[in-house]
């Protein structure tokens, strides 16, 4: 029996994998069983993006990977509700993703940082985020997030602040300059104004901020009133390459 060329198979399945409604991926299910050398080609696709909103998706994707650690490695985009209690299986989701993944982009939600996350928890997202695979971060809905962390994401170019509170660093903390990010995009809401002045800011630990803003590109704020002018200056003030600005809001 003949079979396609492999560059016509690949073209199959991108064309599959594009827009990720149900009746395609049920059609790269499929595909991926017809031989061998079709699983790792499908995976790539069926595997990209892991959306954890629940318990009962760590353990079932934990339990996944328990069977097929290899997974782990197709995981491009994460999108992470955490909640509480933390699990085990979230704990082995997270191991997993740290040994294998080259993990591109990263969606954080939670609570409390502090208060509901523990150490390990806390040290697995902090060792995520600062992947230097990593180029794309949207932390929302934090309170007490440490500032610091985002000190170690080199590669980062596209940042999105929503409902955060972040932590300052401690006193006479030192940051290593080594990795400051410099993103390019900066998507933040209102009630995250805060958050981004104490990244901007130079004053509150030695050597500069926590992040290079002066090479943003495009910045974009949510504007429910007229505060917070202040810290949207300060941050437009350091931008040297700034080529689109928008303001969102009524």
């Keep these: 029996m003949q079979t396609l060329p ?14 990720r409604n149900y009746e395609d991926i049920k059609s790269l299910k499929i595909l991926s ?3 061998k050398s ?40 994460l999108v992470y509700v955490v909640y509480n209690p933390i699990s ?45 695979t990593v180029t794309f971060l949207n932390i929302h809905t934090f309170e007490g997030f440490p500032a610091t962390a985002l000190s170690g994401c080199g590669n980062l170019i596209d940042l999105h602040l929503g409902k955060l509170n972040m932590a ?18 900066l998507v933040i809401s209102s009630d995250s ?13 030695a050597g500069g901020p926590i992040v290079d803003f002066s090479r943003l590109q495009k910045v974009m704020f949510d504007v429910e009133c007229r505060g917070g002018m202040d810290q949207i200056n300060g941050l437009i003030k350091v931008t040297t ?9 009524e």
């Design 38 to 77: 079709m699983v790792p080609l499908c995976r790539k696709h069926l595997f990209s993006s892991l959306i954890l909103h629940s318990e009962l998706d760590s353990e079932r994707f934990s339990n996944l990977l328990s069977k097929n650690p290899d997974i782990a490695r197709y995981v491009r985009f």
């Design 88 to 132: 085990d299986h979230e704990l082995n989701v997270l191991d997993m993703l740290k040994k294998r993944s080259p993990l591109q982009s990263i969606q954080l939600s939670s609570l409390s940082w502090n208060a509901d996350l523990p150490e390990l928890m806390r040290s697995s997202l902090v060792f995520l985020i600062q992947l230097p």
């Design 168 to 185: 300052p660093p401690e006193v006479n903390q030192v940051i290593s300059r080594s990795k400051i990010p410099t993103p390019a995009s």
């Design 33 to 35: 069983q017809v031989c």
């Design 241 to 249: 390459r700034l080529e689109g600005f928008y303001l969102n809001g």
């Design 6 to 19: 492999l560059d016509i198979l690949l073209y199959i399945i991108d064309l599959l994998a594009a827009d």
């Design 193 to 205: 104004y805060g958050s981004a002045a104490l990244l901007n800011s130079a004053s509150l630990h």
